[in-house]
């Protein structure tokens, strides 16, 4: 089957699903969660019994009035099924990938490690602590950290990126998931997650919806339609006794008519769409949400901060220069530096081991092997050895070398400021390399600020957002970077504590804040945001942190989130003005239809001309069902989202759709109203 037919077959699959699920939807169950629709799901019953007993509440009517009940009891109930089918549709999408999702899941086997030996055992059966061992060509069975080995891996079942990606203990790139394919050596996991609770079984819960709660947003607009609901429902009763003060009565099925008319069934109809929709969308980028509130968040954010190395810029910072200072030589500086680097296995260390063999100078890694390694720290921004006879080589950030031998009562060396500003204005990074007190010189490692990064900034401020670059480097390249990225602001020689005291800030000041973050230390912050996106290749504790995750770990993928979110948030409005502007056309189109035989002054009102109140009324119903699906493309699409103030956006948007909302029921009743008399059913 071609991958076109492929996935007709699967949208056609989806609409056939959601027709059914549009009945299945009909349990009072599931309706009375949405109060406006249920209201018409009663309205449907009781005209259904009007139908069979017309004079059920008294009076004295005859067979034609059983006709017109009839058709109201038909159009209220096709009014509830395409408002099932806005929220069917919607869930399709998703429910289709949790099966295929599902699919991955079966059948998985582990070996497990019981006292010296692995054992066969089911995947479903490993627990938090398990340790298991995984072969090339073997699936990983289940969440975990890899504690021994390094591989590649297939994620692609997850990510649907094809491209293999490096997994291994230590650092940040050792958490695994599983349903995804080792492809070379051997890894040994400790699996992280009980039964139920893994990443992919969180994300069939999310795709399908299941685990879906109403945001604090759609719940104030739920509260908010279910008392206008109440509202019109008193205003409708009432309408009785005044009916009877001017000697008139207005049958039930009418009453019924008018207030499913006049409540907001449009954006009842499509509330729950709108956000699945939304939520879909952020799947679509490949971004997993794991609240539909995440996603509205990020459609309020004012502020976005942003780490310069890997997210603004390239990431893979890589020597390129050795620039002695004092009166030391080149290769006395590449000896130094290397010795600094012969156990980093950070990108930058291995980058420095580089450039010196291209420079010919090499030490042997089994002379040191009993020096004390001294990892690098985003807090010590600093990293070397300590060797056996007590000389120590430190290479890092200029400033904190400086404080390291002024410490150490070593002296720095006059031409060391000037070659550092030399290699921060360029926009590099300059690390100064030590042996015990005595500065040797500075490494130079560039970055590229990655292409298109300036007009994507542009965008965030033209949506009034604020990015603020945070980064452990020195305020000089910050400074350079900042300019060239076109960032806001920036705050250079930040520890991992700078970034949650910058989020605590700016939270302070009422403002909504999101950021990027893959490392263990950016868990607290990214827990702190209020919208903390994880990259998929991070640490697990990051990964837990954040309420998204992007399966492409591309930091800058924020500002997708946050234009899918503005957009969520837009739609709803839209659409909700829309709704609530049609209501008070349809007062135009029914109030005098009803009125005029009881009060004949009320004629002026009749500015519609509609020809028989019986028509007047059925064509607004009949409109006020139709509009729910013309309008389920928008919702599932969206309103196109310009940058631009959120108030220039709000004035355009009350005006086109407020506007809209209307002049669009006049039209549509109108033409309606024409076809119901050509059919001869104005006169029923
Ligand atoms: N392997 C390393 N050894 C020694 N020093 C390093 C090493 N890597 C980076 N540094 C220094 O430590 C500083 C802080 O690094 P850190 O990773 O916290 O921030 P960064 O990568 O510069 O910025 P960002 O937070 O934007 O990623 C760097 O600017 C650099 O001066
Ligand atoms: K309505
Ligand atoms: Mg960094």
């Known amino acids: 089957m071609s991958r076109d037919s492929a996935q007709r077959t699967m949208s056609s699959g989806i609409v056939n699903r959601a027709v059914i699920d549009s009945f299945v939807k009909l ?17 449907f019953v009781i005209t259904l019994l009007l139908t069979a007993f017309p004079n059920l509440f008294g009076g004295n009517y005859g067979p034609s009035q059983r006709v017109y009940n009839l058709i109201v009891c038909i159009v209220l109930l096709i009014t509830v099924l395409f408002g099932n089918f806005a929220e069917a549709i919607a869930e399709g999408r998703g429910k289709a990938q949790a099966e295929s999702l599902r699919k991955t899941k079966t059948d998985l086997m582990a070996h497990r490690r019981k006292g010296g030996a692995f054992e066969l055992v089911p995947a479903t059966s490993l627990r938090k602590g398990d340790i298991v061992r995984v072969s090339a060509g073997e699936m990983i069975p289940a969440d975990g950290e890899v504690i021994d080995g390094m591989g590649s891996v297939d994620e692609s079942a997850i990510t649907g990126e094809s491209a293999p990606v490096i997994r291994g203990a230590g650092g940040d790139f050792n958490s695994v998931t599983g349903g995804t394919k080792l492809l070379s050596d051997e ?4 699996v992280t997650v009980d039964p139920g609770e893994s990443f992919l079984d969180n994300m069939i819960r999310l795709v399908e919806g299941a685990s879906r709660q109403k945001t604090p947003n759609e719940l104030a607009l739920s509260v908010l339609l279910a008392g206008l609901t109440l509202i019109f429902f008193i205003v409708v009763v009432t309408l009785q006794p005044m009916a009877h003060y001017v000697h008139g009565t207005i049958d039930v099925a009418t009453l019924i008519a008018l207030l499913v008319c006049l409540i907001p069934t449009t954006i009842g109809a499509l509330l729950s769409a709108i956000g699945i929709a939304g939520m879909d969308r952020v799947v679509r980028f490949n971004v997993i949400a794991k609240s539909g509130k995440a996603v509205e968040a990020a459609g309020d954010v004012n502020t976005l901060i942003l780490d310069k190395t890997g ?5 893979n910072r890589l020597a390129s220069e050795f620039v002695p200072v004092g009166s030391h030589s080149e290769n006395e500086l590449i000896e130094v530096a290397v010795l600094s680097s012969l156990f980093d296995e950070t990108p930058e260390g291995r980058s420095v081991i580089d450039l010196a063999r291209e420079k010919h100078i090499q030490l042997s890694r089994e002379r040191y092997m009993d020096s004390e390694n001294v990892e690098f720290s985003a807090d010590t921004r600093m990293s070397g050895l300590n060797l056996v006879d007590g000389t120590v080589v430190r290479k890092g950030a200029v400033d904190a070398i400086k404080r390291y031998v002024a410490e150490k009562g070593g002296l720095i060396p006059p031409d060391l400021d000037v070659k550092t500003e030399r290699i921060a204005k360029e926009g590099g990074t300059p690390l100064a390399v030590v042996r015990d007190n005595v500065v040797y010189g500075l490494i130079y490692l560039k970055d590229i600020v990655k292409p298109g990064m300036k007009e994507r900034f542009e965008e965030l401020r033209k949506m009034g957002i604020k990015t603020v670059m945070c980064t452990g480097d020195n305020p000089l390249t910050a400074a350079t970077i900042a300019k060239e990225a076109g960032v806001d602001e920036f705050i250079a020689e930040a520890k991992p504590e700078d970034k ?15 950021m990027s973050g893959d490392g263990t230390n950016d868990a607290p912050a990214l827990a702190l945001a209020d919208v903390g996106l994880a990259m998929n290749t991070g640490t697990t504790a990051a990964k837990e942190a954040g309420n998204m995750v992007d399966l492409d770990s591309d930091p800058t993928k924020l500002i997708e989130v946050v234009s899918i979110g503005k957009q969520l948030l837009i739609t709803r409005g839209a659409i909700t003005t829309f709704s609530i502007a049609n209501d008070v056309a349809k007062y135009f189109a029914i109030i005098p239809a009803m009125f005029v035989a009881m009060i004949p002054s009320l004629k ?53 759709y407020g506007v809209g909302g209307v002049i669009v029921p006049f039209i549509g009743i109108k033409l309606i109203d024409v076809m119901i008399t050509a059919l001869g059913l104005a006169h029923i």
Do not use: C, D, W
């Open 187 to 190: 890894l040994v996991v400790r």
């Open 604 to 656: 002026v009102l009749n500015i519609m001309h509609l020809t028989t109140p019986h028509s007047a009324i059925l064509s607004a119903l009949i409109f006020n069902a139709v509009i729910i699906p013309l309008l389920i493309p928008l919702a599932m699409k969206g309103v196109k989202y310009r940058p631009m103030s959120a108030t220039s956006m709000l004035v355009r948007n009350i005006l086109f």
């Open 500 to 514: 949650m005291r910058l989020i605590r800030t700016e939270q302070e000041q009422g403002k909504l804040v999101a």
């Open 27 to 43: 349990n009072p169950k599931l309706m009375i969660k949405n109060p406006v629709m249920f209201v018409v799901e009663v309205g």
């Open 311 to 315: 997210t603004i810029t390239m990431g």
